[in-house]
């Protein structure tokens, strides 16, 4: 792949975020937060299916909040209990680094709120989150907390997770300026099998733990 400029967003401040329902924080998100789209297909002649993942992310005084729009021709939740293989279902991921150290944080969010995450210096030296430090990180789904496999058809919903700003190593008070990230989309065990980033990723095949493709950030 041909190397391109990195994407950058600017994170909108929002008060309260933390405090809303899903139907608060989609509309507040939808009318303040910055816009992404998760349409970048790296790989489109192994893995030519690409959904519909449109999302945008936003902050409040202690929260970073990522919600995220798909439409796609499956639905995959096998993962129903957070640190699970939340790849291999239809999962939406924030990845961003830690300013004070220059690792990385990923949060893989499936399509039904089950959350995997850790700090990572790369996709094989890592520290998980405990499954009692995650829900700290709010989070939410248009479907409910339940197994689910649809392989043919039309199915769309909403996901969204408001992570404390102290699990990404910054200060609240203190943001920095500017950070590195991406947004992805994948589904390795869905029926049509996607691997989608917001910031161009020039690897030979999928593989979302590689900090220099990530985009720009500002806070």
């Given at each position: 792949?041909?190397a391109?400029?990195?994407?950058?967003?600017?994170?909108?401040?929002?008060e309260?975020l933390?405090?809303?329902?899903?139907?608060?924080?989609d509309?507040?998100?939808e009318?303040?937060?910055?816009?992404f789209?998760?349409?970048?297909?790296?790989?489109p002649?192994?893995w030519?299916?690409?959904p519909?993942?449109?999302g945008?992310?936003?902050?409040s005084?202690?929260?970073?909040a990522?919600?995220?729009?798909v439409?796609?021709?499956?639905l995959?939740?096998?993962?129903i209990?957070d640190?699970g293989?939340s790849w291999?279902?239809?999962?939406?991921?924030?990845?961003?680094?830690?300013p004070?150290?220059?690792t990385?944080y990923?949060?893989?969010?499936?399509?039904?709120?089950?959350l995997?995450?850790?700090?990572?210096?790369?996709?094989?030296?890592?520290e998980?989150?405990?499954k009692?430090?995650?829900?700290d990180?709010?989070r939410?789904?248009?479907?409910?907390?339940?197994?689910?496999e649809?392989?043919?058809?039309?199915?769309q919903?909403t996901?969204?997770?408001?992570?404390?700003?102290?699990?990404?190593g910054?200060?609240?008070a203190n943001?920095?300026?500017?950070?590195?990230?991406?947004f992805y989309?994948?589904?390795?065990?869905t029926?049509?099998?996607?691997?989608l980033s917001?910031n161009?990723?020039?690897t030979p095949?999928p593989?979302f733990?590689?900090?220099e493709?990530?985009g720009?950030?500002?806070?």
């Amino acid at each position: 792949m041909t190397a391109q400029p990195k994407k950058k967003i600017t994170v909108p401040f929002i008060e309260g975020l933390e405090d809303m329902d899903l139907e608060a924080l989609d509309l507040a998100m939808e009318t303040g937060a910055a816009k992404f789209a998760v349409c970048e297909n790296n790989w489109p002649e192994s893995w030519p299916y690409t959904p519909d993942c449109n999302g945008a992310i936003a902050r409040s005084r202690t929260h970073l909040a990522v919600i995220y729009h798909v439409r796609g021709l499956d639905l995959r939740a096998t993962a129903i209990e957070d640190n699970g293989n939340s790849w291999e279902d239809s999962c939406c991921e924030f990845f961003v680094s830690d300013p004070s150290d220059g690792t990385y944080y990923n949060f893989e969010l499936t399509c039904a709120g089950s959350l995997l995450s850790s700090k990572r210096k790369s996709r094989d030296d890592s520290e998980m989150f405990s499954k009692d430090a995650l829900k700290d990180v709010i989070r939410f789904s248009s479907l409910e907390k339940k197994p689910v496999e649809m392989k043919d058809g039309i199915a769309q919903g909403t996901v969204a997770m408001m992570i404390p700003v102290g699990m990404i190593g910054s200060d609240p008070a203190n943001l920095p300026e500017t950070g590195g990230g991406n947004f992805y989309k994948c589904g390795d065990l869905t029926a049509h099998p996607h691997f989608l980033s917001w910031n161009p990723v020039g690897t030979p095949k999928p593989d979302f733990h590689r900090p220099e493709f990530f985009g720009e950030i500002r806070f």
